[in-house]
C-alpha cells in the first residue's frame, strides 16, 4: 500500500478487447428460430463477438488491462490494486489473481466484484473510494464478461442479445476529481428476474457414515425480458435524476450519456425520459451485443478513442442488470 495525499480520482487511461469471432444475426437465425430484422429493431444490435474455445476470460481482461497501461504509460509493478467485475470468473473463488499473474503486477491486490452489468461502476466506485481515503495511488478496474458460455443457445428470447469482451481503466489519485457523484442500488426481490442459478444436482456419495453430499452446478442465464426492460428504463433515469441533483447538475449539463449496452430502445428510453438528444447517447450496441461487465468500458474507451469526450465534459454512466442492480456515476473529465 502508497499512500497518497491526493484524494481526488482521476481516469488516466482506458482500454478494450473483444474476440476476433463474429457472429452476425443472419447466423445467429440459423440455430434458432429468429431474424436479423427482429433483433436489429427490437435491440439494434447486428453483431456480437464470442470467444474462441481456447482462450478464457483472463486473455481478453489482459488484452484490455495492457492496453490500459501502455496508453497511461504504467509499468504492471506501479498497480497497487485490481478490481475486476466479471460473473463469469475462470474460478468460482474469484480470477482477479489470474489476471494480475497474467500481467505481471506483482505489487498489486486482486480481487473480483459480482454485479453482473452493474459491476463496472460498482468496481469504479469502488476504486474512487480507495484513492479518496488515500489508501492507493495507482488502480486498474477491469469489466469483463463472457456471457456466450452461460447463455442457453437455444433460447431465442436471450441467447441473440449476449457477447464477449473486456474493458479497463485506470484509475489514479490527482488533485483533480473526476468522479463526482455516485449512487447504488439493489432489488434482492426480483433477483429471479435475471439470473444464472445454482442449480444442486444430488448425489448420493456411498460412504460409511452415509452421508449425502451435493454437487452444485450452475443453470443457463434464464432473463423475464420484459420485466428486466421494465425496470431498467424505470430506476435507471431516477438514479441518474438523483445523481445529477446530488452534485448540483441538470440533465441538460451532461455531454454523454454512457448507459449499459443491454438494448438500443432502452437506451433511447432513458435519454427521453431525461430529456437528453440522441446525439449525446454513447452506443455500440451494434456492433458487441451486451457484453455485461464489460459494455461500459468498452464504449467509454471507444468513445475516447474516437475524439468525442473533451476536458470538462460531464459524463453520465449507468450500470443495470442482475440482482437487481444499478448503479449510476458521474464524471467530469479531466
Ligand atoms: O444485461 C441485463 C439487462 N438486460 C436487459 O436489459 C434486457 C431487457 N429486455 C429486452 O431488451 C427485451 O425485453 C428483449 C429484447 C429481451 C425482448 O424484446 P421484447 O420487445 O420485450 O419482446 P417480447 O419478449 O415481448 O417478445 C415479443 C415476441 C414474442 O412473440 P409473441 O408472443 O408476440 O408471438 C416472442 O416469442 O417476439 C418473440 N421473440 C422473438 N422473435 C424472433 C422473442 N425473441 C425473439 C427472437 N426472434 N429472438
Request: charge should be neutral; charged fraction near 15%; include cysteine.
Amino acid at each position: 500500500m502508497k499512500p497518497s495525499n491526493l484524494a481526488g480520482a482521476h481516469i488516466l487511461a482506458t482500454g478494450s478487447a473483444v474476440p476476433d469471432i463474429c457472429i452476425s444475426n443472419e447466423t445467429l437465425s440459423s440455430i434458432v428460430n429468429t431474424s436479423d430484422e427482429w433483433i436489429s429493431n427490437r435491440t439494434g444490435i447486428k453483431t456480437r463477438r464470442i470467444l474462441p474455445a481456447n482462450q478464457s476470460i483472463i486473455d481478453i481482461a489482459t488484452r484490455a488491462s495492457c492496453q490500459a497501461l501502455n496508453k497511461a504509460d504504467l509499468n504492471p509493478e506501479e498497480l497497487d490494486l485490481i478490481i475486476l467485475a466479471t460473473s463469469t470468473p475462470n474460478d468460482l473463488f474469484g480470477s482477479a489473481s489470474q489476471l494480475q499473474a497474467s500481467i505481471k503486477a506483482t505489487n498489486a491486490a486482486a480481487f473480483d466484484i459480482t454485479a453482473a452489468c452493474s459491476g463496472f461502476v460498482i468496481s469504479l466506485i469502488t476504486a474512487s473510494q480507495f484513492l479518496n481515503s488515500g489508501s492507493y495511488k495507482n488502480i486498474l478496474v477491469v469489466g469483463a464478461d463472457i456471457l456466450s458460455r452461460w447463455v442457453d443457445w437455444s433460447d431465442r428470447s436471450s441467447c441473440i442479445l449476449f457477447g464477449d469482451g473486456a474493458g479497463a481503466a485506470i484509475l489514479q489519485s490527482n488533485i483533480n476529481n473526476d468522479i463526482l457523484g455516485f449512487q447504488i442500488n439493489t432489488n434482492g426481490l426480483d433477483a429471479n428476474q435475471l439470473s444464472i442459478a445454482s442449480k444442486a444436482s444430488e448425489e448420493i456419495v456411498c460412504n460409511p457414515a452415509k452421508l449425502k453430499f451435493m454437487h452444485s452446478h450452475y443453470d443457463y442465464l434464464r432473463m423475464n425480458g420484459k420485466e428486466v426492460y421494465k425496470f431498467a428504463v424505470s430506476r435507471v433515469p431516477e438514479s441518474i435524476r438523483q445523481c445529477l441533483k446530488d452534485v448540483n447538475l441538470l440533465s441538460n449539463d451532461i455531454s454523454w450519456l454512457i448507459l449499459h449496452q443491454a438494448n438500443q430502445r432502452i437506451l433511447n428510453a432513458v435519454a427521453d425520459k431525461l430529456d437528453i438528444p440522441k446525439n449525446k447517447i454513447i452506443s455500440n450496441i451494434q456492433s458487441y451485443g451486451n457484453t455485461s461487465a464489460a459494455s461500459i468500458p468498452i464504449a467509454l474507451h471507444e468513445a475516447f478513442d474516437a475524439g468525442k469526450i473533451m476536458n470538462g465534459d460531464i459524463i453520465a454512466i449507468a450500470g443495470f442488470g442482475a440482482g437487481l442492480t444499478w448503479a449510476t456515476v458521474i464524471i467530469k473529465w479531466h
